[in-house]
């Protein structure tokens, strides 16, 4: 017989007409629901509205149980389908040719295969840049739709290495969020957040400062002070203030980050450990080997608790402390 999650999937099934067959095995059940979905899919007429209706929730569908190459196919069939029937440049076509290059990026390429080779990623970049074109004549180039996937390009330029196109594409969303929504809204702070660390990360660090700083008073007033997305930025300013080599502020935030993350995972939480090192590092540098010693050490129980005595993460805490002992300050480096 069907379980629980078996019968969610038939009763789905029915909803939409799909023809199914039970198979009295439980172990095939899941298996059998897969093989249905990718026989409907192969089967699936696109050329009607109400075709490409069922594609598309269908290929959600085969990505929701991680069928991520039938859910491929069905998508670069509805991208044809659509284009055939109401023209490229249409808002259905768009749409699905949007859909497509998410779902490539989930894959990890656009072969089908999963791979990341160059080829792969200039199928996905390809139709960013078609969805970006379109929307952008059709809806606006501040529309909210046209943002997201610019995000989404930002965002494959950023890990292919493009970090200068990655950076204008980032700033638009920024600034059209600002001009949409406001320049305190949750979606505007995360746009901002995304191009302070791509300036982070190019060594431009007076600007990532600037918007780490807007982004932190964001958060805080939207999501309150010791809110996950407000510490992780927190933590992004304390590392950059280090850099520059600044001492109050960076120890004040990391102080912040550390009683944060201790009381919402815990003290010996990984997380938190990380920060604890961090600052450790941090007094270690301005010569307050008692306080960094501290901090090591608690780094180091916590580490070989949770990965154990012989990690790299434990190693590294352990060095830390000795460091302190030998007064050997070149040692002190946390990757």
């Known amino acids: 017989g069907l379980g629980a999650s078996q019968n969610g999937e038939v009763a789905w099934l029915k909803k939409r007409g799909i023809s199914f067959t039970r198979v009295d095995v439980s172990q095939c059940a899941t298996f059998r629901v897969v093989e249905v979905l990718g026989v409907q899919a192969d089967a699936l007429d696109l050329t009607t509205d109400q075709g490409q209706d069922f594609g598309h929730d269908l290929a959600e569908r085969l990505r929701g149980i991680g069928e991520l190459g ?5 998508r670069r069939r509805l991208v044809r389908a659509t284009a055939g029937a109401k023209g ?47 929307y952008t004549m059709q809806l606006g180039s501040t529309h909210t739709e046209t943002l997201c996937a610019k995000m989404g390009l930002a965002n494959l330029l950023r890990n292919l290495s493009k970090a200068s196109d990655a950076r ?57 002070p010791t809110h996950s997305e ?6 992004n300013l304390a590392n950059l ?14 102080t912040e980050v550390i ?66 002992t030998l007064h050997d300050r070149s040692c002190v480096q946390h990757s």
Request: charged share 20%.
């Open 88 to 134: 490229e440049t249409s808002m259905p076509t768009l749409r699905a040719k949007n859909d497509l290059a998410v779902l490539l990026i989930e894959l990890g390429g656009g072969s089908g295969s999963g791979g990341s080779s160059g080829s792969d990623w200039t199928e996905v970049h390809a139709l960013y840049t078609e969805v970006i074109d379109g």
């Open 241 to 254: 203030l280090a850099v520059f080599g600044e001492k109050v502020e960076p120890r004040t935030l990391f």
């Open 168 to 224: 204008s594409l980032f700033a638009e969303v920024v600034d059209g969020r600002s001009g949409q929504l406001g320049p305190a809204h949750i979606a505007t702070l995360n746009a901002k957040l995304n191009l302070a660390v791509l300036h982070d990360e190019l060594g431009e660090w007076a600007e990532a400062r600037v918007l780490y700083t807007e982004v932190i008073q964001g958060f805080a007033k939207q999501l309150g």
């Open 230 to 235: 407000t510490l992780g930025a927190k933590m």
């Open 70 to 74: 039938q859910a491929v196919r069905l």
């Open 259 to 324: 009683a944060g993350y201790a009381e919402q995972l815990g003290p010996t939480h990984t997380r938190t450990l990380d920060v604890k090192y961090n600052l450790g590092a941090l007094l270690f540098g301005e010569g307050d080997l008692t306080g960094a010693k501290a901090l090591f050490e608690q780094c180091v129980d916590g580490y070989s608790a949770t990965y154990g005595p012989s990690h790299s993460e434990t190693a590294d805490a352990q060095k830390a402390v000795e460091s302190c």
